[in-house]
């Protein structure tokens, strides 16, 4: 028989409360604070970023603010504002392979040609939301150019990031 076996166990869980005290952790052991990863969401940045392991604040374009909390929020109220200035421009983007993913559409009339469909306000279209940041990101600059408007003027605001966790 072995003794030492349950002094092994009985530090590591004196280890594990005392990290747990130290850190403030009181409810799950190994997550991290994300309240730490906090940014100031008032300083802004450019569609020519990578947005990898970032949250999303808000998003300004034509001058309008949009409060956001996901890429996927920024994607649709982005869609519908350019629905707004001209509808028949964007129901067009259904047919333009310019403006379709390489395995599967982006957007569509029907829901079962897109993995993750969202239906846009006061539209029979839909747009896929299953993507990466970067992916919403280079589909928003796809959708501008097709406006003729400039990326640059597209300003998003962060309100995370988590890039340090990975």
Known sequence: ??????????????????VMVETGADEEPGLPNYQAYAVDSQVVHNLHEDFTYTRPAAFEFK?????????Q????????????????????????????????????????????????????????????ANSMRNLIIKMLQKYNLKPSEFKVFLRADYTSLH
Not at 1 to 18: D, I, K, N, S, Y
Not at 92 to 119: C, V, W, Y
């Open 63 to 71: 001058y309008n603010r949009v409060e956001v909390r996901t890429w």
């Open 73 to 132: 929020q920024m994607l649709i109220k982005t869609c519908e504002m350019l629905m707004a200035l001209d509808q028949e421009r964007f129901v067009n983007f259904e047919n333009d392979p310019t403006m379709q993913g390489r395995k599967t559409k982006l957007f569509s009339t029907n829901p079962a040609n897109i993995r993750n469909p969202h239906k846009l306000q006061d539209s029979e279209l839909y747009v896929e939301t299953n993507l990466s």
């Open 1 to 18: 028989m072995r003794r030492t076996e349950p002094q092994r166990v009985t530090v590591a869980l004196e280890l594990e409360e005392q």
